[in-house]
């Protein structure tokens, strides 16, 4: 049996439900940010380069916070 079926026979229904819909909310803003279309290695890739980039940098993780901050205040645009 595969890891996760394991781990998703352990959970219960509630948090499979919530676990679920964090993913798809993850995944939503993978399509925010334009890159719906890149390729799974090019996006674990970003993601791991921006995690060591904030890591233990305030200034950073500031200016990333402003932009996604930004880009949710123009959904309405």
């Known amino acids: 049996m ?3 079926e394991r781990m998703a026979k352990g959970m219960t229904t ?3 439900k919530k676990d679920t819909r964090e993913k798809i909310e993850l ?3 993978i ?3 334009g890159l719906r279309y890149e390729k799974r290695a090019l996006l ?3 993601l ?3 995690g060591k980039r ?3 940098n305030k200034a950073e993780r500031s ?3 402003v932009i996604g901050a930004e880009e949710f205040g123009n959904d309405s645009e």
């Open 48 to 50: 791991i380069e921006a």
């Open 54 to 56: 904030i890591k233990g």
């Open 63 to 65: 200016r990333m916070t």
């Open 2 to 4: 595969a890891r996760l």
């Open 27 to 29: 995944g939503g803003l």
């Open 31 to 33: 399509v925010k940010a």
């Open 14 to 16: 509630d948090a499979r």
């Open 44 to 46: 674990l890739g970003l």
